[in-house]
C-alpha cells in the first residue's frame, strides 16, 4: 500500500517522502485506514506493535516500547478534583513515551538505508533516539539546548551518540535540520513517524478503558507532537466507531513557557513564539511549538483547552503524585496533573469526570534538588527511635 501523508489544516495530501511540512506550513501526518479496525485479541502482543495495523511501519526494533499501565488514582481525587487516572508513561524502556515514536521513526530509517538519523532535544527525546538507533545498529546525532542538564547528558551518552550542544535559537535549529541537505534521517518531535508511533499511548487509554471512553485527557505539551498524535489517534478510533463518546483533550504547559496557552487565552487561530522564564519543566520549555496550532486545534476540536500552570503548583502536584500516588514523575510530566487541578477550580472539569492524566516521564532520571530530611541514630537505639514515631 501507497503511504501518504496529509495535513489535518487544508486536506492537503501527499505521497510520503522526506516532506514534513504541507505547503499550507502546518505539519503532516500520516494517513491509515481504520475503517474495520478492532481491538485486537486479548492474549496478543501487549505493547505498542499491537496496534501495527494503524501504523506505517510493523516491524519493531529494540525494545517494544508500550503496554504501559493504567492506574485509578483514587487518593489523588480530591486533590484533582475529579475521578484521576494515571496513564504510566514513564515506564517505557528510556523513561518516557518518546521511546514510541523513536521505535517507528528508527524502523523506518533502516528500512530506508539510512546510516545515519538525528534529533533535536530537550534531553528524552535525545535519550530515546540514541537508544533505539543503538539497537538498529545505526549512527545517531543528537542537538541539545546548551542548558540541558549534566545527568541528562550523561544517561543519553551511554548510548554512544555524537551529542552537539548547541547554543542560539532552538525553534530555528529543530525547523532548519528537517531541511538540511546530509543523509541524517531527523525524527524530531512532530515530525510524521514520530507522531504516528506516539499515537498508541491513546489507543492503549481507549482500550484500557472501553467499552467507556474517559471524558478528559490531559498531558503536558511542548512541540505539540503528542497532542497531535493523541487527537490523531482519537479520530481514528471515533471513525472505527469504537468510541461511545470523544474525550476533550486539554494541552497543559508550564506558565514561564505557554505560547501554546496564550494564543487560546487570546482567542488566536495560529500559535505565535513567546518570550520564555525559565521553568522546572525543562522537558516542554518549546517556546516556538513546530506543532502548536496543530494542538491547539486539537484542544478547540475536542471541546478541551489549553492552560498553564506556575512552578509552584508543579511542584506541589509532583509531591501530591509522589505522596498520594506512589509515583515519582519529572516536573514536566506533574504539570498535567497540575493542569487538571486548575480545570478542576475553574469548573472546567467536574467532580463526576472520569479524567485520564499522562505522566509522560520518569523521575528516576535526575535529582531536583528536593531537600531531604533524614534523622541519624546509632544502632543500639533503633527500636527506641522507630517506637517513638510509631506510637505517636
Ligand atoms: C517531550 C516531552 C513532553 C512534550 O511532548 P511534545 O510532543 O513535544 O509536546 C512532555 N513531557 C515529557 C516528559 C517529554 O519528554
Ligand atoms: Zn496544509
Not at 201 to 211: G, H, K, S, T
Not at 249 to 273: E, F, H, K, S
Not at 373 to 388: F, G, K, N, P, Y
Request: hydrophobic share 40%.
Amino acid at each position: 500500500m501507497e503511504r501518504t501523508v496529509s495535513c489535518y489544516d487544508c486536506g492537503e495530501t501527499y505521497a510520503f517522502d522526506a516532506r514534513k511540512r504541507c505547503a499550507c506550513g502546518e505539519p503532516l501526518w500520516f494517513d491509515s485506514d481504520p475503517d474495520g479496525f478492532a481491538w485486537p485479541e486479548t492474549g496478543s502482543v501487549d505493547d505498542m506493535w499491537r496496534y501495527a495495523d494503524l501504523l506505517p511501519v510493523s516491524d519493531p526494533v529494540g525494545v517494544a516500547p508500550g503496554g504501559t499501565p493504567l492506574s485509578r488514582a483514587e487518593r489523588l481525587d480530591d486533590y484533582a478534583g475529579c475521578n484521576l487516572f494515571l496513564k504510566h508513561e514513564g515506564q517505557n524502556p528510556t523513561g518516557s513515551f518518546k521511546d514510541r515514536g523513536s521505535a517507528v521513526g528508527v524502523r523506518d530509517a533502516a528500512d530506508a538505508g539510512f546510516e545515519w538519523v538525528g534529533t533535536v532535544s530537550h534531553g528524552n527525546m535525545a535519550l530515546s533516539t540514541s537508544a533505539y538507533a543503538a539497537s538498529a545498529d545505526l549512527e545517531c546525532a543528537v542537538f541539545v539546548p546548551a542548558e540541558t542538564p549534566a545527568e541528562r547528558l550523561e544517561l543519553i551518552a551511554r548510548h554512544d551518540p555524537h551529542v552537539f550542544t548547541v547554543e542560539g535559537d532552538y525553534g530555528r535549529l529543530y525547523a532548519d535540520t528537517l531541511s538540511l541537505p546530509v543523509d541524517v534521517n531527523f525524527v524530531n518531535s512532530d515530525t510524521p513517524l514520530r507522531v504516528a508511533g506516539q499515537k498508541t499511548v491513546a489507543y492503549e487509554i481507549l482500550e484500557q478503558l472501553a467499552p467507556a471512553a474517559p471524558d478528559a485527557i490531559a498531558l503536558p505539551v511542548s512541540s505539540g507532537g503528542q497532542a497531535s498524535a493523541v487527537w490523531k489517534a482519537v479520530r481514528e478510533l471515533d471513525r472505527a466507531g469504537l468510541l461511545d463518546s470523544v474525550p476533550r483533550l486539554y494541552c497543559c504547559q508550564a506558565a514561564a513557557c505557554d505560547p501554546i496557552a496564550t494564543a487560546y487565552r487570546n482567542g488566536d487561530r495560529t500559535v505565535t513564539p513567546v518570550a520564555a522564564d525559565e521553568t522546572i519543566a525543562v522537558s516542554i520549555a518549546n517556546s516556538d511549538p513546530p506543532s502548536g496550532t496543530r494542538a491547539l486545534a486539537a484542544a478547540r476540536d475536542t471541546g478541551g483547552a489549553v492552560v498553564s500552570v506556575p512552578d509552584e503548583d508543579v511542584r506541589d502536584a509532583m509531591r501530591a503524585i509522589s505522596t498520594r500516588a506512589g509515583v515519582s514523575v519529572e516536573p514536566s510530566s506533574a504539570v498535567a496533573v497540575a493542569g487538571v487541578r486548575h480545570l478542576s477550580r475553574t469548573g472546567a472539569l467536574e467532580a463526576n469526570d472520569d479524567v485520564v492524566a499522562i505522566l509522560t516521564g520518569s523521575g528516576y532520571k535526575e535529582d531536583y534538588d528536593t531537600e531531604v530530611r533524614t534523622d541519624t541514630i546509632a544502632l543500639d537505639d533503633v527500636e527506641r527511635e522507630l517506637a517513638s514515631i510509631v506510637d505517636t
